[in-house]
């Protein structure tokens, strides 16, 4: 669950600013910097974000 907050101030990941994010073929990868100054790399796979029955992202947006 590291990526869920920061590991140098505690906020919650949601507060950090998302830099980019990439698509690749395992999931989504978004750079975050947190308010604090803080970077990191967050990876979200398809296998947990999408869910069952979700629309595919290639097709989503
Ligand atoms: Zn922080």
Do not use: K, L, Q
Not at 17 to 33: A, F, K, Q
Request: charged residues 20%; positive net charge; hydrophobic residues 35%.
């Amino acid at each position: 669950m590291s990526n869920e907050s920061c590991s140098a101030c505690g906020r919650a990941a949601v507060a950090a600013r998302v830099e980019s994010s990439h698509y690749t073929s395992e999931g989504i990868v978004r750079y975050r910097c947190c308010p604090c100054g803080r970077r990191w790399v967050d990876m979200a796979r398809f296998d947990t974000v999408a869910g069952v029955g979700a629309v595919p992202w290639s097709t989503a947006n």
